[in-house]
């Protein structure tokens, strides 16, 4: 076994976060084992990487090892940011070769240091998560689309300046209990999905806007204060509770019922 897969071999271990870890540079690798352990509640104590002022980004993966990208998961951790700016995890396909899937991300909270610690300087980040499965042409092919099958589980996005999640040409994506909030950015949040199929979520609270585009076999269920979809999509279902919602004329079997629907 020569250095590079040995170096492999090591980074796919498991990382355990049982407290407080500082980093000053993003956690940049084709993909990562994850896992808290401890209370992972609102507060500073217990599983939590913080990332500090002048850190770009928080996670980065995806690329880097051909091959090796898939298989990334995240567990029972917060995410925090000292500092404004950046994406906590960005996930992104480079080639057919560097192009993730297979990911576990689970009772996580991304949020503001201030968030957590109380302060009158307000941490934020720009977006908690960044999906992108690229649109180069040869990631948009038929059986070789962006980043495959992605489970999401009680996920909170909070603090965000930017859009708070971007899924960006995924395929088999399955959620339940994401959330999104403003927490102490002072703008309504956003969640963006584009250029996607095959996405499942169940027991959202969005308290902001959703974006659906170019997007189809969508189905929805939860609360969202307003939903947008356009021209080009098809096959979406809604179900729950919708404040306002925006369906442009071309969008072709797009159904939504719940109570409180304004079309």
Known sequence: MNWLLILAAVLSQTVTITDLQDR??????????IEGRGPNGTDPTGPIVRFGHGVADGFVLG???????????????????????????????????????EIVINDVLVCGWSDLKGSSTKDNWDTALL???????????????GVRRIRIDQFRAASCL?????????THLVGTGIQIDRGTSGRVPNMIVEDSR????????????L???????VVLSGYVQTLR?????????????VGKSSIEAKAARVNISGMGVVK
Request: aromatic content about 4%; some cysteine.
């Open 63 to 101: 690329a880097g090892d051909p091959f090796r990208a898939t298989g990334s998961r995240i567990e029972r951790l917060r995410i925090a940011r000292q500092g404004t700016g950046g994406t906590a995890i960005k996930i992104v396909a480079k080639s057919p070769a560097e192009r993730p899937g």
């Open 24 to 33: 000053s540079a993003p956690w940049q690798q084709a993909r990562i084992d």
């Open 211 to 217: 974006h659906l585009r170019n997007c189809n076999n």
């Open 229 to 241: 979809i356009d021209k080009d999509c098809r096959d979406v279902v809604v179900v729950g509770l």
């Open 131 to 145: 999906i992108d499965g690229g649109t180069d042409a040869e990631l948009t092919k038929s059986g070789v689309a």
């Open 198 to 209: 095959h996405v499942f979520l169940s027991g959202i609270n969005i308290f902001g806007e």
């Open 162 to 170: 930017g859009d708070s999640i971007v899924f960006r040409n995924v």
